[in-house]
């Protein structure tokens, strides 16, 4: 059953250790009760993709995922007949002395030839109720949204040479976008929308402590704190959540308790991916934004 508030959708995220703040939490609730797509758009590592991942285990629903990439078409993304199934039955037709043409060509275009990808596996009828997760759309070409369109509008896809599917039950549907490029408005008018940013520091401190409790309270404080500086610096790729969950496992992995300048040094090739950006923070900049860092994630003192 799908959750019937917003508090109730908030929960079913927390319960899989996604910690959604309250528009996005609305944002989802509407989506699940309205029977929309949505349409999440922000910068690569803020967790949209895990919003579908989690909505999958905490509704039990398959989780089909389509990953775009440039130059998906309609065999990758929707479905493919089985071409050498299909030749090998017409040759048996043949050689049994099957001669009708018009019956043949309708055997060897039934549903046991028709090879399901993601699109049409997630609206199948006789399969479970599904998660459909189109990510990273913007990776695709622009003429692959076209092909959306029917089963975004309608959760039905139409097959010239078998018929109409329709789905039984609607997928629930996760779309997201990094914005290297701009989704046409065909298909943001079709979707519910939300732009997933970097949390808080309030927030990613939760997140932390859910996805990495074995990281200290101290050490988990400064990290979060560095890295909301950090995403104030001019780097080529700002650090994610997912960086900073991996950074702070790698700081206790090596019994680190506190962040100290030589270890985030040694280290930040699991916070940052790019040399130049490694090369930028490295040293001086490192040792001052340590400095910031624990003077911000220090317990208040009580007034005298």
Same mark, same amino acid.
């Given at each position: 059953?799908?959750?019937?508030?917003?508090?109730?959708?908030? !929960?079913?995220?927390?319960?899989?250790?996604?910690?959604?703040?309250?528009?996005?939490?609305?944002?989802?609730?509407?989506?699940?009760?309205?029977?929309?797509?949505?349409?999440?758009?922000?910068?690569?590592?803020?967790?949209?993709?895990?919003?579908?991942?989690?909505?999958?285990?905490?509704?039990?629903?398959?989780?089909?995922?389509?990953?775009?990439?440039?130059?998906?078409?309609?065999?990758?993304?929707?479905?493919?007949?089985?071409?050498?199934?299909?030749?090998?039955?017409?040759?048996?037709?043949?050689?049994?002395?099957?001669? *009708?043409?018009?019956?043949?060509?309708?055997?060897?275009?039934?549903?046991?030839?028709?090879?399901?990808?993601?699109?049409?596996?997630?609206?199948?009828?006789?399969?479970?109720? !599904?998660?459909?997760?189109?990510?990273?759309?913007?990776?695709?070409?622009?003429?692959?949204?076209?092909?959306?369109?029917?089963?975004?509008? *309608?959760?039905?896809?139409?097959?010239?040479?078998?018929?109409?599917?329709? !789905?039984?039950?609607?997928?629930?549907?996760?779309?997201?976008?990094?914005?290297?490029?701009?989704?046409?408005?065909?298909?943001?008018?079709?979707?519910?929308?939300?732009?997933?940013?970097?949390?808080?520091?309030?927030?990613?401190?939760?997140?932390?402590?859910?996805?990495?409790?074995?990281?200290?309270?101290?050490?988990?404080?400064?990290?979060?704190?560095?890295?909301?500086?950090?995403?104030?610096?001019?780097?080529?790729?700002?650090?994610?959540?997912?960086?900073?969950?991996?950074?702070?496992?790698?700081?206790?992995?090596?019994?680190?308790?506190?962040?100290?300048?030589? !270890?985030?040094?040694?280290?930040?090739?699991?916070?940052?991916?790019?040399? *130049?950006?490694?090369?930028?923070?490295?040293?001086?900049?490192?040792?001052?934004?340590?400095?910031?860092?624990?003077?911000?994630?220090?317990?208040?003192?009580?007034?005298?």
């Amino acid at each position: 059953m799908l959750p019937a508030t917003v508090a109730e959708t908030a !929960a079913l995220l927390a319960a899989g250790g996604y910690v959604a703040d309250q528009a996005l939490a609305t944002t989802v609730h509407l989506a699940l009760g309205m029977q929309r797509p949505l349409f999440l758009e922000g910068e690569p590592g803020t967790g949209k993709t895990e919003i579908a991942k989690v909505l999958a285990a905490g509704l039990n629903r398959r989780l089909v995922r389509l990953q775009c990439y440039d130059g998906l078409d309609l065999a990758a993304a929707a479905y493919e007949w089985d071409h050498a199934r299909q030749l090998m039955a017409i040759r048996i037709a043949e050689a049994a002395g099957d001669t *009708d043409r018009h019956a043949l060509a309708a055997d060897i275009y039934a549903r046991e030839y028709l090879q399901a990808r993601p699109l049409l596996s997630a609206i199948d009828p006789d399969q479970p109720p !599904a998660v459909l997760l189109i990510d990273e759309l913007d990776r695709a070409d622009e003429p692959f949204e076209a092909f959306l369109l029917e089963v975004l509008a *309608d959760f039905q896809l139409t097959i010239p040479e078998y018929g109409t599917v329709h !789905a039984r039950t609607r997928p629930v549907v996760i779309i997201t976008s990094n914005r290297t490029r701009e989704v046409h408005d065909a298909i943001r008018r079709r979707c519910l929308y939300h732009w997933v940013d970097y949390p808080d520091a309030a927030r990613e401190r939760e997140i932390l402590a859910r996805k990495a409790p074995q990281v200290g309270a101290k050490l988990s404080a400064e990290v979060v704190a560095f890295v909301q500086r950090l995403r104030g610096e001019d780097l080529f790729k700002l650090p994610g959540v997912a960086e900073t969950i991996d950074w702070a496992g790698a700081l206790a992995y090596l019994d680190q308790h506190e962040l100290v300048p030589a !270890a985030v040094d040694e280290t930040l090739g699991v916070l940052l991916k790019y040399q *130049d950006d490694i090369a930028k923070v490295r040293g001086a900049e490192a040792a001052r934004l340590v400095a910031e860092a624990k003077q911000a994630a220090a317990p208040a003192k009580p007034f005298a």
